[in-house]
């Protein structure tokens, strides 16, 4: 996990900061790595990046509660992200380590389709007041 501060008490505020502090402009990302050994032994790295609003205690009570709501569907999104990861790693296990980049290209090929069906996490929720 990292995270990135923002602060503010508006959503627009907060909105803004996440565009701009957010990794590639985006509120939150995923990045998955997959690397194999000779013997193929698999491993799949996750880093999971989000924001952290470090002063939301001076917020409305309405506003800390559509934020809690937001995040629990984003890290729903994330971890769609994080699944495609695990799904390369374990189809180049099965694999036997055959043709590893070409099964990587179509899971990386996956996390682009996702975002497009999803509107980058929208139809499963991911909005901010």
């Known amino acids: 996990m990292k995270y990135y501060n923002i602060q503010g008490t508006t959503a627009g505020q907060l909105k803004a900061q996440m565009k701009r502090k957010g990794p590639q402009g985006h509120w939150a990302y995923s990045k998955w790595w997959v690397s194999w050994s000779s013997g193929c032994r698999v ?12 002063n939301s205690h001076k917020a409305p009570k309405s506003l800390r509660k559509s934020w809690k709501r937001m995040i629990k569907r984003l890290w729903i999104h994330e971890r769609g992200h994080g699944q495609h990861g695990i799904n390369a ?3 180049i296990k099965k694999s036997g380590c055959r043709n590893p980049k070409k099964i990587i290209d179509k899971w990386a090929a996956q996390d682009k389709i996702y975002d497009r069906r999803t509107g980058h996490g929208r139809t499963q929720g991911v909005h901010f007041p």
């Open 43 to 54: 491993t799949v790295k996750l880093t999971y990046t989000f924001p952290k609003w470090t």
């Open 89 to 91: 790693g374990r189809k």
